[in-house]
C-alpha cells in the first residue's frame, strides 16, 4: 500500500534515467572516473516508480545507492557505452533524465595490455572529447530519431566564478544543452558529491525558475519529479 501523501501521478509514464560516474578505460585495470556517488540519480528511480511510472535505469559506477524496487537496471562503464544504450532507450520513453556524472574526456587510446612502470618515468595521457550524451538525445529529438513530446532533462552542478553566480551558469548551459528542464545544484563546500544532501533550483525552457529548499536527495527528487510531472502530456497519465 502507498501513503495516501505520494502522488501516483506518473502512473504508467516511461522514464529513463542515467545515474553514477562513468569510468573510461586507460589499460585493462584503470579508468579514469569521478566521486559521483548516484545517490540522487537512484532517488529519482526509486521516487518515481513510486510515482506510478515504469522506471529504466542507466548506471555507470556508484558507492551502493541501494537497489531501488521495480526499476530495470542497465550497467555500463564508459560514456560511450552510457550514449549507446541511453539513445537507443528514449526512443521508446517519455521522459529522459540525464543525472549521470559523465566523464567530459576519455584516454585517446586503451592500451591492450597493462601499462608499465618502466624506466622512463611516467608517460602522459592524452585525451579525447567524449560525446556530450544529453545534448546529442537534444539533437535526436529534434531529427524525429526520440518523440517530439518526449521531456529531456539535465543536471548541473555549478559554482560561482569570475563569470557569474550558480545561477548565471544553470542559465547558460540550459541553453546551451536545449534540454527543457535543467537541475541546477549548488556545489563547493561540500556539497553535493557523495553527499546526503544537496541545493539548487529547477529551471525550465520556458523560464520558470524554482528553488530547490535545502533538503535530502529523496526529497529533492521528489521535488524534481514535481517539475518533471507538469511538462509530462496530459494524454499520457
Ligand atoms: N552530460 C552528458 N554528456 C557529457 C557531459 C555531460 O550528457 N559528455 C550531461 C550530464 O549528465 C548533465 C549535463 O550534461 O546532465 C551537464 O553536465 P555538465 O558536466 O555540468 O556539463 P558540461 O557540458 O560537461 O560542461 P562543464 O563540465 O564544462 O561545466
Ligand atoms: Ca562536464
Redesign the pocket.
Known sequence: DRPDALPYDLAGVRVLI?AGGTREALDPVRYLGNHSSGKQGYALARAAAQRGARVTLVSGATSDPGTPASVEIVDVDS?RQMQAEMAERAKSSDVVI?????A?FRPLSVSGAKIKKGDEGPAPIRLDT??????GLVQDRAAGRIPSDTVIV????ETGDADGGVLDHGRA?LRR?GCDLLVVNAVGGGKAFGTEDNTGWVLTADGRETGLPFGSKTLMASRILDEVASLVPDGLV
Open positions: 542515467s560514456a540525464m543525472a549521470a556524472a559523465v567530459d567524449n560525446p556530450d550524451i544529453l545534448a539535465g543536471f548541473a552542478a548551459k544543452k
